[in-house]
């Protein structure tokens, strides 16, 4: 009798282990068929996008009006200088006062000029610009379409025969590019700017010392690498905010989610693309 029990118990471990592998194995490809399905309508969403864009070029049926374009220039790009001077002059300040002991040991406090200069202009500049950038428009965009998936605002434009693409995602497209790769040459020089408003009110490094330090510091080569980098990370928060707000279900609750999802995704995919660009313009030398 007591060996029967104890069989029964192993049996019902062992059914439980089972039931536990299962669960997590279902869960590991429910995940991975998320992450396929998402890479697919992104890059389908970009291709789209990029035919209307060609189109608009060619033909003049397939034009959107200017007014589109510079509403959303102003709404995603003028609206977010604020926020980014603000953040960058404080990453100047920050930089200046982390490397001011360091250097100031070695005798070579002037070169804070070159620190703060060149992570300006190879690297935060356009990062922290695209990270501020994706939670102020990005998830402003995902709501806003969002808003309108739910409230079947996308479903009247195709019953007029109107694409949603070429009206609500190109316009944003070109305004989220243009005007990243803008902010990003605003925050490179605000981020210049405070650093050079600390070394010479706290540092004590005259203006002249680090104006000369950063000229020679900084390449033509590291202002187009941040722009081209702005660019593309701009195009990069534009297909996940337009992808998850035209996909969102479920009424407030999923406008929220899309809302959450673009934010997450896009500071994710800025990172692993930075770090694409840092290993490639390394391996070439730029």
Same mark, same amino acid.
């Given at each position: 009798?007591?060996?029967?029990? !104890?069989? +029964? =118990?192993?049996?019902?471990?062992? !059914?439980?282990?089972?039931?536990?592998?299962?669960?997590?194995?279902?869960?590991?490809?429910?995940?991975?068929?998320?992450?396929?399905?998402?890479?697919?309508?992104?890059?389908?969403?970009?291709?789209?996008?990029?035919?209307?864009?060609?189109?608009? $070029?060619?033909?003049?049926?397939?034009?959107?009006?200017?007014?589109?374009?510079?509403? =959303?220039?102003?709404?995603?790009?003028?609206?977010?200088?604020?926020?980014?001077?603000?953040?960058?002059?404080?990453?100047?300040?920050?930089?200046?006062?982390?490397?001011?002991?360091?250097?100031?040991?070695?005798?070579?406090?002037?070169?804070?000029?070159?620190?703060?200069?060149?992570?300006?202009?190879?690297?935060?500049?356009?990062?922290?610009?695209? +990270?501020?950038?994706?939670?102020?428009?990005?998830?402003?965009? *995902? /709501?806003?379409?969002?808003?309108?998936? !739910?409230?079947? !605002?996308?479903?009247?434009?195709?019953?007029? /025969?109107?694409?949603?693409?070429? #009206?609500?995602?190109?316009?944003?497209?070109? *305004?989220?590019?243009?005007?990243?790769?803008?902010?990003?040459? +605003?925050?490179?020089? &605000?981020?210049?700017?405070?650093?050079?408003?600390?070394?010479?009110?706290?540092?004590?490094?005259?203006?002249?010392?680090?104006?000369?330090?950063?000229?020679?510091?900084? #390449?033509?080569?590291? #202002? &187009?690498?941040? $722009?081209?980098?702005?660019?593309?990370?701009?195009?990069?928060?534009?297909?996940?905010?337009?992808?998850?707000?035209?996909?969102?279900?479920?009424?407030?609750?999923? &406008?929220?989610?899309?809302?959450?999802?673009?934010?997450?995704?896009?500071?994710?995919?800025?990172?692993?693309?930075?770090?694409? #660009?840092?290993?490639?313009?390394?391996?070439?030398?730029?």
């Amino acid at each position: 009798m007591l060996m029967a029990s !104890e069989s +029964v =118990q192993k049996a019902g471990v062992l !059914e439980r282990s089972v039931r536990q592998v299962g669960r997590f194995t279902l869960g590991r490809i429910r995940t991975a068929g998320d992450i396929v399905r998402f890479f697919g309508g992104a890059v389908y969403l970009l291709y789209d996008a990029c035919v209307w864009m060609i189109r608009g $070029i060619y033909q003049r049926d397939a034009r959107v009006a200017r007014h589109h374009f510079s509403s =959303q220039m102003v709404r995603v790009g003028i609206r977010s200088i604020p926020i980014v001077v603000l953040v960058q002059t404080f990453i100047g300040v920050i930089l200046a006062l982390q490397m001011a002991p360091v250097l100031r040991s070695y005798g070579q406090l002037e070169r804070v000029a070159d620190i703060v200069s060149i992570a300006m202009f190879r690297e935060l500049g356009a990062l922290l610009t695209g +990270v501020v950038f994706s939670g102020f428009a990005g998830a402003s965009i *995902a /709501a806003e379409l969002g808003t309108m998936v !739910e409230g079947e !605002e996308i479903k009247a434009l195709r019953a007029i /025969a109107l694409n949603p693409i070429r #009206f609500l995602v190109v316009p944003r497209l070109v *305004a989220t590019v243009v005007m990243l790769a803008m902010l990003t040459v +605003v925050a490179d020089a &605000v981020g210049v700017l405070g650093g050079l408003i600390t070394s010479k009110f706290v540092l004590g490094v005259p203006f002249d010392t680090y104006l000369n330090y950063t000229k020679a510091a900084v #390449f033509p080569s590291d #202002f &187009v690498s941040g $722009i081209v980098k702005a660019a593309v990370f701009g195009l990069m928060i534009l297909i996940i905010a337009s992808y998850e707000g035209l996909n969102a279900r479920g009424g407030a609750e999923g &406008v929220g989610l899309a809302t959450t999802n673009t934010v997450v995704k896009s500071i994710v995919a800025l990172i692993s693309a930075d770090v694409v #660009f840092t290993a490639i313009f390394y391996t070439y030398g730029i």
